[in-house]
């Protein structure tokens, strides 16, 4: 993988979906924002203009015992839709367990107010961020 361009971490939702992007040398993650479903693929065009998109990683939705489920089969038909869109791009799955949890928890260490901290929209971005914070640790290859 070349030096330049942006990791992007999703983790798909029903009613939102996280965004968040790698810094230009893939070594840290940012949230980047919460969109619908039906508006979140304009939104990945749109970065795709500004900075070449490397790799998608996308949030893959297990049970505790690591079983797949409903949720499953929704973020497959997602990245099903990602690879027709961007078939040139590489798509990740990533373990999301516990992600939504996380990212409160991070948000409580970082001094968020609780009223904050129950904005959907704040934990599903936060969400994203851990999720391809998380690949890129695991697959810091990626960043060279």
């Known amino acids: 993988m070349n030096n330049y361009g942006r990791i992007i971490g999703i983790d798909v939702g029903t009613k939102r979906v996280g965004l968040a992007r790698s810094d230009l040398l893939r070594t840290s993650a940012n949230p980047a924002g919460t969109f619908s479903p039906e508006q979140v693929f304009s939104e990945l065009e749109k970065y ?40 040139d791009i590489p798509v990740y799955k990533m373990d999301e367990r516990y992600s939504s949890k996380q990212a409160v928890q991070n948000m409580i260490q970082s001094g968020v107010p609780k009223m904050k901290r129950r904005e959907k929209e704040r934990v599903d971005k936060t969400a994203a961020a851990l999720i391809l914070q998380k690949f890129l640790e695991l697959h810091s290859d990626l960043s060279h």
């Open 48 to 87: 795709q203009e500004e900075y070449p998109i490397r790799a998608f990683v996308v949030g893959w939705p297990l049970t505790t015992s690591g079983e797949e489920n409903e949720s499953t089969k929704m973020v497959e038909g997602f990245i099903k839709k990602l690879n027709r869109l961007f078939p």
